[in-house]
């Protein structure tokens, strides 16, 4: 069964130790390996996902899904040239999707999956308010049964102080109105990764994210 090797955290945290060029290119084959190791797990997860979500087929490629490890440092204090962990947003688009997708991210310290869209732009963020406002009953019930499990999470933390133009604070689902981001996320620990049905339990999670998944794709269809 598929699922991340544990030499590919070994790396991850030896890079988190000794995050510098010179580190990095004596331990390239290690580098090489771990992206080996992700880009072929991300192929299984593309080909899963692909059986249940018409929006994901398998001419998608890992290498376009993933995210480049080296950082840009050009604006921020914080110098140090990689990132210490993989990245990979699945969409029909790879990773640079404007819209609903999943994603997945790959730690030395901390691991997740997640579904949804981060950051729509003005007029998907404008279409998904508005499809809350007029099928929030739906969305809550979505939510609900799966919030309620506790795996599960809603990204709330990136949202409006008040209610957008055109929204009262009065209005039954102004807290998921109120949303800039609309993710859904599931922490994972290394041994959930490296587990040899990680890649089951993995799409068991996407599975039930689907319908939300669902919900905003249909709000920007609509628009």
């Given at each position: 069964?598929?699922?991340?090797?544990?030499?590919?955290?070994?790396?991850?945290?030896?890079?988190?130790?000794?995050?510098?060029?010179?580190?990095?290119?004596?331990?390239?084959?290690?580098?090489?390996?771990?992206?080996?190791?992700?880009?072929?797990?991300?192929?299984?997860?593309?080909?899963?996902?692909?059986?249940?979500?018409?929006?994901?087929?398998?001419?998608?490629?890992?290498?376009?899904?993933?995210?480049?490890?080296?950082?840009?440092?050009?604006?921020?204090?914080?110098?140090?040239?990689?990132?210490?962990?993989?990245?990979?947003?699945?969409?029909v688009d790879g990773r640079k999707l404007r819209g609903p997708e999943y994603y997945?991210?790959?730690?030395?310290?901390?691991?997740?999956?997640?579904?949804?869209?981060?950051?729509?732009?003005?007029?998907?963020?404008?279409?998904?308010?508005?499809?809350?406002?007029?099928?929030?009953?739906?969305?809550?019930?979505t939510l609900n049964g799966l919030l309620d499990e506790g795996k599960i999470n809603?990204?709330?933390?990136?949202?409006?102080?008040?209610?957008?133009?055109?929204?009262?604070?009065?209005?039954?689902?102004?807290?998921?109105?109120?949303?800039?981001?609309?993710?859904?996320?599931?922490?994972?620990?290394?041994?959930?990764?490296?587990?040899?049905?990680?890649?089951?339990?993995?799409?068991?999670?996407?599975?039930?994210?689907?319908?939300?998944?669902?919900?905003?794709?249909?709000?920007?269809?609509?628009?």
């Open positions: 069964m598929s699922h991340i090797q544990k030499s590919t955290f070994d790396f991850l945290t030896e890079l988190k130790e000794n995050n510098t060029r010179e580190w990095f290119a004596d331990n390239r084959e290690k580098y090489e390996s771990a992206l080996a190791d992700v880009r072929s797990f991300l192929t299984d997860l593309i080909a899963a996902l692909s059986e249940f979500d018409p929006k994901i087929n398998t001419s998608i490629q890992a290498n376009k899904c993933l995210f480049r490890i080296y950082r840009d440092t050009r604006f921020s204090n914080d110098k140090t040239p990689y990132k210490t962990w993989f990245g990979a947003g699945i969409s997945i991210h790959i730690g030395a310290e901390n691991s997740f999956i997640a579904c949804g869209y981060w950051r729509p732009e003005k007029p998907h963020l404008e279409a998904i308010r508005q499809e809350i406002d007029y099928s929030g009953e739906q969305l809550a019930k809603l990204f709330k933390e990136d949202l409006l102080k008040r209610a957008p133009a055109g929204y009262g604070e009065d209005n039954p689902y102004i807290d998921f109105i109120k949303l800039k981001s609309f993710v859904l996320d599931q922490p994972l620990t290394i041994k959930d990764l490296s587990n040899k049905n990680a890649l089951d339990n993995i799409i068991a999670s996407y599975k039930k994210m689907l319908p939300f998944k669902e919900f905003l794709q249909e709000a920007i269809d609509s628009e």
